[in-house]
């Protein structure tokens, strides 16, 4: 018989001993039916991926049960058949990572939660691996988590892939399309009340009601990137001070030491802890949260970039020294890739919010911190949206504030104004530099006709 004919061990064939049955075998009695053994052979190891006929139970191995979840802890659900009916002429390309992931590296502790989600159509889905344990285990499938990618079609859209710029990851969770949850603060759920019928009713995103899922109640509010396609995102903090004036008189009746937030101070500067701070190891939250603010362009503009996400998937948020307007300039130019147009879009949008701003009684009862400014554009169109009210807070009855002002303890002027005044300028400052940049290359341009 030929030699590259002769059976060979299933291993050979990349099979198990279990992929083949006994019925199986194969006669090898004449040269005659070489042929025949190579080409059953093959067909076998073609249907290596076929499940094998309904083996008992108790023979069958434990393996994991596959789900999938939005990556920054959504619930979770089994992949279902219309999840892959989407594959379009492609393999799905798998990446290990030994831990979920987020598209930011800030910190928990930073500021308020600042939550994207991606409508992208080639969407990048979490996919663990659950815990399952056998009876003669005494350890469980270790947790495993990938990303999975695959083009989907138009009308298969899925939710899959949640982005988050800065804040505390773990807080929302997909929900029905259009949606999204974001855990339960009942202050932020009275904030949403209370917008109902005020003049920022435009501005912020549609809350629709509380909701409970895996025993935990969150506001079920819009997703403000499902009209986008493939849409940058960026992440501005607004007013002179993140923390509240009664965190800092908590911090003073019961001062609490975090080495974290220590450890965290000495990454970006060396000397930004006190002498004191050095021999202790630690730095209470307030303190730290009032250096941060110095830090960057918070105290001085009223305002500072939290994060950006490019439509391609980078992500930065790399922007605790970034305090300088000439920066702040080029980092918007940056972030709209040259578009004039997209920066007045930006303008026009920022004036509304302004105009909103002054006839709103939400807004002069309320000391707003922590919140943002949220701004969305793809090739299309562009629009701002103010997000994050979990810090923001109503004034005693009758009291109220201008938000231009500067701050001193006691006042509670929140500085937003300030801070909204000056995007608008530095906004400007980047649409100007990018006029001037366009009228020199036209007349490059001209000259080089001659």
Not at 134 to 141: I, L, T
């Amino acid at each position: 018989m030929p030699k590259e004919c002769r059976r060979k061990p299933s291993k050979d064939f990349g099979l198990s001993g279990a992929g083949l049955s006994d019925g199986g075998r194969v006669e090898r009695r004449t040269a005659g039916r070489s042929s025949q053994v190579c080409a059953e052979l093959i067909q076998k190891a073609a249907l290596v991926t076929a499940p094998p006929a309904a083996p008992a139970l108790m023979d069958a191995p434990m393996v994991p049960q596959v789900t999938i979840t939005s990556e920054v802890g959504g619930s979770s659900r089994e992949i279902q058949q219309e999840d892959l009916d989407g594959v379009v002429d492609g393999t799905l390309c798998r990446k290990l990572s030994n831990s979920s992931i987020s598209s930011n590296g800030s910190s928990a502790v930073e500021s308020e939660d600042d939550l994207l989600s991606d409508t992208e159509t080639k969407s990048k889905g979490l996919v663990t691996l659950e815990h399952l344990v056998c009876a003669g285990e005494s350890k469980p499938w270790r947790k495993l988590k990938t990303y999975i990618r695959w083009p989907l079609h138009a009308s298969q859209k899925k939710r899959l892939n949640w982005v988050q710029l800065a804040g505390h990851k773990g807080n929302f969770k997909a929900a029905e399309e259009g949606t999204i949850l974001k855990k339960l603060s009942e202050n932020e759920k009275q904030c949403f009340e209370k917008l109902q019928g005020d003049a920022l009713l435009p501005f912020v995103p549609r809350y629709h009601r509380v909701v409970e899922n895996d025993g935990e109640l969150f506001l079920q509010m819009t997703d403000l990137l499902a009209n986008f396609d493939h849409p940058n995102v960026m992440d501005c903090k607004m007013g002179v001070r993140t923390y509240l004036e009664e965190e800092l008189v908590r911090a003073r009746e019961r001062p609490k030491l975090r080495e974290d937030l220590y450890k965290k101070m000495l990454e970006v500067d060396n000397e930004g802890p006190t002498p004191q701070e050095h021999v202790q190891r630690g730095v209470t939250k307030p303190c730290y949260m009032q250096w941060r603010d110095s830090m960057s362009s918070t105290n001085t503009l009223g305002f500072r970039i939290e994060g950006i996400k490019k439509h391609d998937g980078t992500c930065r948020t790399n922007f605790k020294k970034t305090r300088l307007k000439q920066d702040i300039i080029q980092l918007f130019q940056e972030f709209v890739g040259g578009d004039l147009s997209i920066i007045k879009s930006y303008l026009n949008r920022l004036w509304e919010i302004r105009e909103a701003l002054q006839i709103s009684e939400f807004f002069k009862q309320h000391e707003v911190i922590g919140s943002s400014l949220l701004f969305i554009h793809d090739h299309s169109h562009a629009e701002i949206w103010m997000i994050d009210f979990g810090k923001t807070t109503a004034l005693p009855e009758g009291q109220t504030l201008s938000h231009d002002v500067p701050w001193q303890e006691g006042n509670r002027e929140d500085g937003y104004l300030k801070g909204l005044d000056n995007l608008v300028c530095t906004l400007k400052a980047a649409c100007n530099e990018g006029s001037e940049e366009e009228s020199k290359d036209n007349n490059l341009t001209t000259d080089s006709d001659f």
